[in-house]
């Protein structure tokens, strides 16, 4: 079915979450019955009220989950029914796409385009493919002598924290999910208290799909106290996180005082987008320029908002960005037709506000928006020119509709300030010339680097940050699966048999 304005709110009328947490199978309450509201940010009206998890609901999950890992019930179950399970839960997605897009959509303020792309495309996608990858992984041989045999084999590395940000609530819970549970392990997921209604949709369908109990509890909760509790837990083995760079710094913490449990980090950006001056300013280009900074109203680790553009292109490129961003539809997150929804909450909204104020104060100079809209927490897109590489707006993450134009004088002034920052997630780069694209790709310190197109890639590439953007491990592709899995070598003595 065509999602319309009308049909989209006329789901968002008869749903009816519950907000109850979902622990070794079962959708319970906090167990000392504490919640929090969920707010949908288009309007400031309460959904729901959610189970507030604390450190007794965080130990009951850790013990369900350790019970059925050492069970073996998923962790040795054959992998071809990991991904029997998986490839039905990718099915199922598919089949409560509406109803989990609009849930989505009125939870984190996100539209309803992106979310039914998300969640009917992205989501599904990405538990067909490392259920596809479950059975499909090999372990190796190692070279020895005639003396041994010596087997490299990956055994499910045990219980896993999976603590979720709100910019892509149902996605990062797939990004994170599908590789652990394809891996044999046991999750909780803690989603962000602001998105928690979509992955306790997401619980439900898994069970439907056959997940043993156990093997994936969902805790919402406020992050002092369900994320730290996770954090220090002694019994879990690993925690991938997605968040601010000060948390995922938290999370260290947490696992150097508590059973120096592995730490996966994705943090922040301050991403650059490069067009150098061999480039055409296209509708192309500026279409790319206008997604990489207001896709998901900028709330996005590798959100482009430093363009740096050659000096003699940077008035042209200025004009057409700004065309662009007033062409954007700020509104309603459930009208198909609109492109930006709304702020996260109040606080991101003033947050956000203030970085432009911020902006304009410290001299750079504003072409659009800057305007707030009610009652929801919206923002025009707002492009400011003659931005210089030490005002705030250039140097910290702000996670909203701001792109910053920053005039450059060549490669080697791009690449310099490109660089100078602490984060290092994603890059851009605009440029006719191969050799020119290559030198770039290679000099950038970040994880990913796009050459002539915005993209963060997909399912089958790894994702990443250098510097303060993240630690050594990756989301997705084959590297993500590795995040999860322990590395075993059994070493076989052999003899020559006797001669009969
Ligand atoms: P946080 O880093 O605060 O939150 C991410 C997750 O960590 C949430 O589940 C959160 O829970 C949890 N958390 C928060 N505090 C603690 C704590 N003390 N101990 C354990 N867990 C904790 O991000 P925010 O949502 O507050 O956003 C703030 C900024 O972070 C954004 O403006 C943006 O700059 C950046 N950010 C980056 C993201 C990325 O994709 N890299 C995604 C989201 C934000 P709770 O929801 O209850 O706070």
Redesign the pocket.
């Known amino acids: 079915m065509t999602m319309t304005r009308e049909s989209a709110h006329e789901i968002a009328g008869r749903l009816a979450p519950d907000g109850l947490a979902f622990i070794d199978g079962r959708f319970a309450p906090a167990s000392d019955g504490a919640t929090f509201e969920t707010i949908n940010p288009a309007t400031g009206g309460v959904i729901t009220h959610v189970a507030h998890c604390g450190t007794a609901d965080v130990d009951r999950a850790v013990r369900a989950a350790r019970k059925a890992f050492d069970s073996g019930v998923w962790s040795r179950a054959a992998p071809e029914y990991r991904k029997e399970v998986l490839l039905r839960l990718a099915e199922l997605v598919r089949t409560n796409r509406d109803e989990l897009a609009v849930l989505e959509s009125i939870d984190s303020g996100k539209t309803i385009t992106d979310c039914l792309h998300e969640i009917g495309r992205e989501v599904p996608n990405f538990f067909q493919w490392y259920g596809e990858l479950a059975d499909k992984s090999f372990g190796k041989v190692a070279p020895t002598g005639e003396n041994a045999l010596a087997l490299i084999v990956k055994e499910p590395a045990g219980v896993v924290g999976l603590?979720?940000?709100?910019?892509f609530p149902l996605l990062m819970a797939a990004w994170k999910a599908a590789p652990a549970l394809a891996a044999g392990c046991s999750v909780l997921i803690?989603?962000?208290?602001?998105t928690p209604l979509s992955i306790l949709r997401l619980a439900k369908l898994a069970q439907e799909a056959g997940l043993p109990d156990g093997v994936l509890n969902v805790l919402p909760g406020?992050?002092?106290t369900t994320?730290?509790a996770i954090?220090r837990h002694p019994d879990i083995d690993i925690v991938s996180?997605?968040?601010?760079t000060?948390?995922g710094g938290?999370f260290l913490r947490y696992a150097g005082e508590s059973n120096l449990k592995v730490v996966g980090l994705?943090?922040?950006g301050k991403s650059p987008f490069i067009i150098l001056d061999d480039a055409a300013i296209t509708d192309d280009l500026i279409e790319h320029a206008a997604m990489s900074a207001f896709w998901n109203g900028g709330q996005n680790?590798s959100a482009n908002m430093r363009q740096l553009v050659v000096r003699r292109l940077a008035e042209e490129f200025a004009h057409r960005v700004t065309a662009r961003a007033q062409a954007f539809r700020v509104g309603d997150p459930l009208d198909p037709a609109t492109n930006i929804g709304a702020m996260v909450t109040k606080e991101?909204q003033t947050r956000v506000m203030g970085y432009i104020a911020t902006g304009a104060a410290e001299g750079a100079r504003l072409l659009t928006g800057g305007d707030t809209s009610g009652p929801g927490y919206f923002i025009q897109p707002t492009v400011f020119a003659d931005m210089t590489p030490t005002m705030s707006i250039a140097r910290e993450?702000i996670?909203g509709p701001v792109l910053g134009i920053l005039p450059v004088d060549g490669m080697e002034e791009a690449l310099r300030i490109a660089g100078d920052t602490d984060y290092g997630l994603h890059a851009t780069v605009f440029t006719r010339d191969i050799d020119r694209a290559i030198h770039m790709a290679r000099r950038l310190p970040c994880g990913t680097v796009s050459v002539n197109g915005f993209s963060e890639g997909d399912v089958k590439t790894p994702f990443g940050g250098y510097k303060r953007s993240g630690s050594l491990a990756r989301d997705n592709g084959t590297e993500a699966m590795d995040q999860y899995l322990q590395t075993k070598t059994i070493w076989i003595a052999t003899a020559q048999p006797a001669v009969p």
């Open positions: 603590v979720l940000p709100w910019n803690k989603p962000a208290e602001q406020l992050g002092e994320g730290q954090g996180f997605t968040g601010s000060e948390v938290y994705e943090m922040g680790c991101h993450e996670f």
